[in-house]
């Protein structure tokens, strides 16, 4: 499946953005899909994650309260609501899929869309 980030851009801080993650097929009801981000000079690290069903989901604990994760399976779409955005925010964010067992460890996501940049000015 192939996955295409979307909603990134320029916002100050405490403003919020819709972070969106569309996927090319209808395998995509069956993976559990995350967001991660990486801001410059950082490692990749775990934002959220929503298994296949929608019945778990886990946040990182610096987001959470602020960001929320969602699927629309119909649409094989996931969202990320952010909101309180701070500057320490600011990263590339990606959406990954994967089978089994909810992670989140980046290393078990196998299909990786290409970022969305997420800049919170200060």
């Known amino acids: 499946v192939q996955l295409q980030a979307s909603g990134g851009g320029l916002v100050q801080t405490g403003g919020s953005l819709r972070l969106s993650c569309a996927a090319s097929?209808?395998?995509?009801?069956?993976?559990?899909v995350g967001w991660f981000r990486q801001a410059p000079g950082k490692e990749r690290e775990f934002v959220a994650t929503v298994s296949r069903s929608g019945a778990q989901i886990y946040y990182a604990d610096s987001v959470k309260g602020r960001f929320t994760i969602s699927r629309n399976n119909a649409r094989t779409t996931v969202y990320l609501q952010m909101s309180s955005l701070a500057p320490e925010d600011t990263a590339v964010y990606y959406c990954a899929a994967q089978w089994g067992r909810t992670t989140m460890n980046p290393d078990d996501y196998k299909s990786w869309g290409r970022g969305t940049l997420v800049t919170v000015s200060s």
């Open positions: 097929d209808s395998t995509f009801v069956k993976l559990n």
